[in-house]
């Protein structure tokens, strides 16, 4: 029987040992795990694959490498965290291929200061590129997705639905837009304001990779509440479902209690002030928006 991803995380939560006090294993964005001398790491680790997750028809080689270290670096910033170093592998790449692959690689490793230590090449049938990520947060405790509370503030650090509106406009017979299609091919990982909310007092957050609708809803299960959204803000040329379901947007969707502090540290940081979306309720089976039912939709894999 085919299975959602989330299922299987269930099921292997079942089989694998529970993390020691303190840290935080399966289920979230990153693993927390206790460094040396009291410090916080962060672990995190997402591959791309051929057909799946991108096509080359419409990225370069370049680009599913930097989207490949993006994604990962997108995990650390929704912990609140800061990347330190990364780890790639990457199987069913030429040599020529493999070279264009690094050229993306190396580019989001000089933008996000996470430079690739080492990895693996492996033949395969199809491409396939696994990166890992380390981090640590500094200052701040790590954010998870299990913090929020019922009348806590939702925020998102931008517009949504510009990488899907690319991915629409690149497949089929309309003129591309500039804007969208950059955001499909080179999402950026919002570090700054990951850090910035952690400090701002985020109590729980998540970076919007699957959808808006369905990275909502894994924050209000993983914390116990329900969702009341009042607004989505849309990106030009993106349409209120793609805002809701696309993904691969990787801006920060977090829960705070204090909006007066968040606007605060975000102008003192001179980043763009996120975006007040709806409340956080007590009751968890709440998911709405503008008063209507919320659809709880978005890309999950199905493991046949």
């Given at each position: 029987?085919?299975?959602?991803?989330?299922?299987?995380i269930?099921?292997?939560?079942?089989?694998?040992?529970?993390?020691?006090?303190g840290e935080?294993?399966?289920?979230?964005?990153?693993?927390?795990?206790?460094?040396?001398?009291?410090?916080?790491?962060?672990?995190?680790?997402?591959?791309?694959?051929?057909?799946?997750?991108?096509?080359?028809?419409?990225?370069?080689?370049?680009?599913?490498?930097?989207?490949?270290?993006?994604?990962?670096?997108?995990?650390?910033?929704?912990?609140?965290?800061?990347?330190?170093a990364?780890?790639?592998?990457?199987?069913?790449?030429?040599?020529?291929?493999?070279?264009?692959?690094?050229?993306?690689?190396?580019?989001?490793?000089?933008?996000?200061?996470?430079?690739?230590?080492?990895?693996?090449?492996?033949?395969?049938?199809?491409?396939?590129v696994s990166?890992?990520?380390?981090?640590t947060?500094?200052?701040?405790?790590?954010?998870?997705?299990?913090?929020?509370?019922?009348?806590?503030?939702?925020?998102?650090?931008?517009?949504?639905g510009?990488?899907?509106?690319?991915?629409r406009?690149?497949?089929?017979?309309?003129?591309?837009?500039?804007?969208?299609?950059?955001?499909?091919?080179?999402?950026?990982?919002?570090?700054?304001?990951?850090?910035?909310?952690?400090?701002?007092?985020?109590?729980?957050?998540?970076?919007?990779?699957?959808?808006?609708?369905?990275?909502?809803?894994?924050?209000?299960?993983?914390?116990?509440?329900?969702?009341?959204?009042a607004?989505?803000?849309?990106?030009?040329?993106?349409?209120?479902?793609?805002?809701?379901?696309?993904?691969?947007?990787?801006?920060?969707?977090?829960?705070?209690?204090?909006?007066?502090?968040?606007?605060?540290?975000?102008?003192?940081?001179?980043?763009?002030?996120?975006?007040?979306?709806g409340t956080?309720?007590?009751?968890?089976?709440?998911?709405?928006?503008?008063?209507?039912?919320?659809?709880?939709?978005?890309?999950?894999?199905r493991?046949?």
């Amino acid at each position: 029987m085919a299975q959602t991803e989330r299922e299987a995380i269930a099921m292997l939560e079942h089989l694998l040992p529970k993390a020691p006090r303190g840290e935080t294993w399966l289920g979230d964005d990153a693993a927390v795990l206790g460094g040396p001398g009291g410090s916080t790491l962060l672990l995190a680790t997402d591959a791309v694959v051929d057909g799946v997750h991108f096509d080359l028809r419409w990225s370069s080689l370049a680009d599913v490498g930097w989207k490949a270290l993006t994604a990962n670096v997108s995990d650390i910033a929704a912990m609140g965290g800061e990347p330190i170093a990364s780890v790639v592998a990457v199987a069913g790449a030429s040599a020529a291929d493999l070279e264009l692959l690094y050229e993306g690689l190396v580019d989001a490793a000089a933008t996000y200061g996470c430079p690739v230590v080492g990895g693996d090449l492996s033949a395969a049938t199809e491409l396939v590129v696994s990166v890992a990520v380390l981090g640590t947060v500094r200052g701040v405790s790590p954010v998870l997705r299990s913090g929020a509370l019922g009348g806590d503030t939702l925020f998102v650090t931008g517009a949504l639905g510009r990488s899907a509106a690319g991915l629409r406009l690149l497949s089929g017979d309309q003129v591309p837009d500039d804007e969208c299609v950059g955001a499909h091919r080179r999402p950026v990982a919002r570090l700054e304001q990951g850090s910035c909310a952690a400090r701002a007092g985020a109590r729980a957050m998540i970076d919007v990779s699957d959808g808006l609708a369905i990275d909502l809803d894994r924050l209000a299960c993983a914390s116990g509440v329900g969702i009341d959204l009042a607004d989505v803000p849309v990106a030009p040329g993106a349409t209120l479902e793609e805002a809701l379901t696309g993904g691969e947007d990787y801006e920060l969707a977090f829960a705070a209690a204090d909006p007066e502090r968040v606007a605060a540290h975000f102008a003192a940081e001179g980043l763009a002030c996120p975006l007040a979306i709806g409340t956080c309720t007590a009751d968890p089976s709440t998911r709405r928006l503008r008063g209507e039912r919320l659809q709880v939709a978005g890309y999950e894999h199905r493991l046949d």
